[in-house]
């Protein structure tokens, strides 16, 4: 960090706190965060229509029992009506629907609960999985679009110390139809009014829930298949809607990139230099800020879709203006044009290492940015009167669960001794 000056290539209207302090990232207790790829559970969910592309659609109903075509009619009521009740199967034989809805859409995700903020405009679902997984879905309401954010895995393994997901590990990989399965269920929220101002369109779909898209690739890869080919193959979603987010997959940046999918790819960055963002993104450990930089600027080069570089802004960790200067350089060191900035302001967390940057130092970052060139737009944070980060409500519920799980088997243990002391 001492190759870094505080106040370098300040323009002239930019005033630099005085004595900028350095917090550094730290948990709680217990060892160093480590990320990992390998999942506590392999469990895998049933097979579901969306896991499937239409050759394998058509294989499925076959061995069904069912004329190939069926495979279409039963996509067209997935992806066009978003409906997979029996009772709406109305083109399939009456005696087969409930069958063929038995088989082709078995139930993924139950909702475990909804929670409302923003006057309505933002709604937050805990689902729970199969076998007991939790995840979830935010959807939000924007003047001329609806955007719906979902989660690509149960838990993360990437431990990133700021996140209440990382803090509770890898579950596991969600299966392509869990993932589609979410984009269906938002779909039908928003058209069903639950948000406020009534019914609307899911337009925008971003992988920014729970985990890293990018470490469960083969699932996700085909869902963006059924998310953006059209129907009967998928939902129709336009590519430019879909984002992917990565905390710096790097190899796997690239192979997005040769998808044909030109979807926009946002990087978590968080910090500009690896002295800071090895502690807070583990993975940087093994994908360091430049590798990273240089696969975005090769997916923008690709792809044409200029990339997002996401910035979480954390009182005197990463929020520094000579920061903002190196990302600057950093970003205009690989060409123009080819990127934008979204600092992210935190909920204020008195007596946190990770609250929010003061008004005026956040003012100063943006502004170091503008000032070298960097598109940056301070981006939006919905759902903070919720909770702050992905994965807070799972690690409540999850908190609320175990702890009623040890009431239990403490209440049981104290009866069992009681059973014991009068036998
Ligand atoms: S911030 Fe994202 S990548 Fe990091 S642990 Fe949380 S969910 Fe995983």
Known sequence: MASHQQGTNLPANIHAPASPRQVMPAIESGPVPVFTMTPARKGKAPTHLADLDIPARKKASEEAGLPKFRADQLSRHYFERHETAHT???????????????????PLLEKVR????????????????FDGAMVETVLMKYPGRTTLCISSQAGCGMACPFCATGQGGLTRNLSTGEIVEQVRMGMVAAESGDLAGGSTCVTNIVFMGMGEPLANWKQVQ???????????SGFGISARNVTVSTVGMVPLIAKLAEEGLPVTLAVSLHAPDD??????????SRFKVKELLDAARAYFVKTGRRVSIEYALIRDMNDHQWR???????????????????????????????????????RIFVDTLVAAGIPTTIRDTRGSDIDGACGQLAAEVK?????ARKAQEAAEAMKSNDQTEVK
């Open 222 to 232: 085909a869902a963006l298949h059924r998310l953006i080919e059209p129907s009967p």
């Open 88 to 106: 709406s199967l109305t083109d399939i034989p009456a005696a087969q629907r409930e069958t063929v809805a038995e088989i082709f859409f078995p």
């Open 324 to 362: 903002a200067q190196l990302l600057a350089d950093e970003l205009n060191k690989r060409g123009r044009g080819w990127v934008h900035v979204n600092p992210i302001p935190l909920n204020p967390t008195p007596g946190s290492i990770w609250t929010a940057s003061l008004p005026e130092v956040q």
């Open 275 to 284: 002295e800071l963002r090895d502690p807070l993104i583990p993975l940087n």
């Open 399 to 403: 908190a609320t669960s175990v702890r």
């Open 114 to 129: 909804n929670l409302t903020a923003d006057r309505g405009q933002t709604i937050k679902t805990l689902w729970r999985l």
